[in-house]
Nanobody, 120 residues
Framework: HVQLVESGGGLVQAGGSLRLSCVAS????????MGWFRQAPGKERERVAI?????????DYADSVKGRFPISRDNAKNTVHLQMNSLKPEDTAVYYC????????????WGQGTQVTVSS
C-alpha cells in the first residue's frame, strides 16, 4: 500500500515562492505517475501538474500555473516536488499529492494535503 506525505505548505505573500514536497513509501516509486492537485474552499478539486513515471519525460500543467509551477521528481528519494513561483492569492488552496500506477488512468493514492495561503 502506497503512502504519500506532503510538506512545504504555508503562508506567503503574493509574488513569493513555496516548494511542496511529497515523499512516497510502500511501492516502487519510479513505476508511478505522480500529480499535484488542489482544492480551494467551495471549489472542485483541480489538477495542477502531473509527471510521468521513470524519468518524468512527460509533464503537463493547468493553464493557470503554466510557467510558474514546475513539477519534478527524484526517484532516488521517492519524492516529487512542486516549485511554486510568482504566487497569487487565487493559488490559495489545499494541495494534494497523488500517485497512480503507470498502466492505470485514475489516481489511486492520495496524501493528506498541505495548506497553501497566499496573501495579497
Amino acid at each position: 500500500h502506497v503512502q504519500l506525505v506532503e510538506s512545504g505548505g504555508g503562508l506567503v505573500q503574493a509574488g513569493g515562492s513555496l516548494r511542496l514536497s511529497c515523499v512516497a513509501s510502500g511501492g516502487t516509486f519510479s513505476n508511478f505517475a505522480m500529480g499535484w492537485f488542489r482544492q480551494a474552499p467551495g471549489k472542485e478539486r483541480e489538477r495542477v501538474a502531473i509527471i510521468s513515471r521513470n524519468v518524468g519525460s512527460i509533464r503537463d500543467y493547468a493553464d493557470s500555473v503554466k510557467g510558474r509551477f514546475p513539477i519534478s521528481r527524484d526517484n532516488a528519494k521517492n519524492t516529487v516536488h512542486l516549485q511554486m513561483n510568482s504566487l497569487k492569492p487565487e493559488d490559495t488552496a489545499v494541495y494534494y499529492c497523488a500517485a497512480r500506477e503507470w498502466y492505470k488512468s485514475d489516481y489511486d493514492y492520495w496524501g493528506q494535503g498541505t495548506q497553501v495561503t497566499v496573501s495579497s
